[in-house]
């Protein structure tokens, strides 16, 4: 299993001088696993993922939730415009007035005026998947599970588990006043958890700025905390907001570090081999 990191922050891309380090795309990470190809959200970290796609290679992609900073870089995925190339959806089937298939949310993001071409030039083999909740999707060797977690108009986290290894990805999610069971059974004994942190704790109470209570994202307090009860091997904090530079995450991944021992902060480029 290899896990590599094309988009790691929230809400809106940030590029700049200030932000080299760690990166400014938004959420995209692939994991390679089994023979297969997933990647896991379709931020604008998706077009270098894309890139080194292999014509005629397959892809399955799935995306936690259907906001913008996380399909937007869908529309330059190269993959999907090649003929003969399978790109396989994947987005978790759920109740609520917010719901719509997943194949109509991406074809709306491609119509004018927003966007000059619809979805219809994309001359790969396309695939979209609404995955009936609380089922596995089987790829070979290689099982995915999700769970809901608390964030506005939907979300799910992901779990990859292959040949003895296990990834999570638990992106946009809020923690509550303890564990989420669920969550925490998701994550049980995986070797590697990587998840939302995209306030500080004192920026999530207040104590920095306007709470962000209610916002939809979490502490790495509440990453440690999960990954503790859930007895995970590393957390990789994740989903870094667009206000914070490089020299603010040198001191986060400090700060978690003494927290978590291992904990580390997701970069742009960085592959972990769990």
């Known amino acids: 299993m290899e896990i590599e990191f094309f988009g790691v922050r929230g ?9 080299l380090r760690y990166g400014g795309n938004t959420s995209c990470v692939s994991v390679r696993a089994g023979g297969r190809e997933l990647i896991f959200d379709a931020g604008t970290g998706l077009l270098p993922a894309g890139n080194r796609i292999r014509p005629g290679q397959r892809v399955e992609l799935f995306l936690s939730h259907l906001h913008w900073d996380h399909i937007q870089g869908f529309p330059f995925f190269r993959p999907g415009y090649i003929p003969g190339t399978d790109v396989v959806i994947h987005a978790v089937a759920h109740e609520g007035e917010y719901f719509k298939p997943v194949h109509d949310v991406l074809s709306d993001q491609m119509r004018p005026p927003t966007f000059p071409v619809g979805l219809e030039v994309m001359g790969g083999n396309l695939h979209f998947v609404d995955v009936p909740q609380n089922t596995r999707v089987d790829l070979g060797e290689v ?57 500080t704790p004192e920026e999530y109470e207040g104590e920095v700025g306007p709470s962000k209570r209610g916002w939809g994202h979490s502490t790495f307090e509440a990453g440690a905390d999960l990954a503790d009860a859930a007895g995970v091997k590393q957390l990789i904090l994740f989903h870094h907001d667009p206000s914070h530079d490089d020299e603010f995450m040198d001191g986060l991944r400090e700060r978690a570090a003494k927290r978590r021992p291992g904990t580390d902060v997701a970069r742009q480029g960085m592959i972990l081999r769990p």
């Open 143 to 199: 099982e995915v599970r999700h769970a809901a977690v608390d964030h506005p108009n939907g979300c799910f986290s992901y779990r990859v588990d292959c040949g003895g290894r296990s990834v999570v990805y638990a992106t946009d999610l809020e923690h509550g006043e303890s564990v989420d069971p669920a969550l925490c059974e998701l994550a049980r004994n995986a070797d590697i958890l990587i998840y939302d942190a995209m306030y």
């Open 11 to 19: 809400s809106i891309a940030t590029a700049g001088p200030d932000t």
